[in-house]
């Protein structure tokens, strides 16, 4: 069946989403309030600091095989769920929140103190100092050479600030996301170099009185300085505790053997609540990555005179972006990281990936994307709301995909990661806020029709839903002839009625 786009229906689910949030409440978070469940109305001020942690060699467990084969998944997806388990245990007892897990990449917050008076700031980011450094310590202890996984190389960016905590997620996904600089400036710096170690902003390094530099994703702490505020912090917990406990685990609870099955397209069907390391998807798949370009910037210049509307642009966009994958294309929404959606297409069967197809799925789905941002940016001024400089970048991926859970029983967060993933998410990366671009792998696997549409450069401007349709059909895409023959076939009975009822009327006057 042909998947498709349609404007009325994207109207009506934007105009629910915006009665949704029509009145908003900002409060300021305390210490008694919970971060789990917040209604998509509703929004705290938090006012803490962010912590992101990069595995850098999480690529190289990736590449530790030729092929991407199960092999090179099964021991990074092993790798990261050692990692997990073991951070976990050292946020639990530091008294610092998860807010997210992304594969390689760690965002927790420390809101404790959990006050704005003198001191509290620096109290706090040397707070979160201390749990880097013990979170990188404690990864130097976790390899198994027996399953050939190293330990994790670690880079941490540290930031403070002001940040609105939202709901992150639906049903059998809900988690805190943060909106705001904070959290940006943070992941910019664990993801802006290849060197590992903790490095803070200018923002956080002169609130603990540290010397401003040039360039602070080029001037980690020394040891000097961590071990400053490892002593002010008193965390109370030692790496060796921290080991002995993860180590008494996994004797407790072995992860097992990770074992792959296919999904049985669509992928919407997938359940992932219910996978396991030993109940792990992997086949053939596009990845998705649509990124609100601009967003951040977006924040910052509304947090403290219109955060009410932050909230409701938030949700609008991203409830519609989730609403296109999944119920107009038929994929699988992964996770949001943020304000961007990773998601997962297949087209095929239970035994096989039709490549071409899933590649001339995901290309109509990326048009649908941008066509439903446009208008739910439309949908948003109408209601005379800010919505400048606000753009969709998105990234296509091919290749062996895998989808599971990962962690500690009862707390496992769900995982989806490959060299494709990796990719996508590098693609979207390189455009701007009205580029799609499209992997070399599903590229190479397209139809001439989408070649031709991406170009050499793998990138176009502008790809909308209608462009997306008459550009491929012109070109003997068959997925968007059939897309187009659905349309057509569906809207042909209310054209004849119409047509007979303006017809009609001129007949009976002759």
Known sequence: MAKSWNYDRASDHIEKKLNDVENVTIVEYRRDMSLEGIPANKAYRVDGVHLYADILNLDDMLHVTDEEGVTCHRRTLRFLNLHQRAVHRVLSRCDARRVDFHNQRLHAVVANPYNSEDGAEAKRICRAVAIAQLIIDVLQETDDADEHIPNAKIRVGIDSGVALGVNNGRRGGREPLFLGDPANRAAKLSSGGTKSGIYLTNNARNAVGLAVVDVPSDSALTPAEIQDCQDKAALGVSKDTIVKEWREDLEKNPIGSFGFSRHTPPLRSLDITTLTPANTRRQEAVSVYADIDGFTA???RHIEDSAEDVVRVFHVIRAELDRVLTCDFDGRRIRFIGDC????????????????????????????????FELSLDKLEEEAIDVAGLGLAIGLELGPMTVTRLGMQGDRIRCSVSRGVLTSEAEQARCTGDETAIGRIAYDAATQAVRDLFGTGRKVKGLDYNEAVEALSQKGDETARATKRAAFELAAPAIAAASDRTVRPFAENK
């Open 298 to 300: 977006y924040v910052a």
């Open 341 to 372: 959606l990773h998601g997962l297409l297949c087209e095929g069967t239970a035994q096989i990936t039709d490549e071409p197809e899933t590649v001339s799925t995901a290309t109509l789905c990326a048009g649908a994307l941008r066509s439903s």
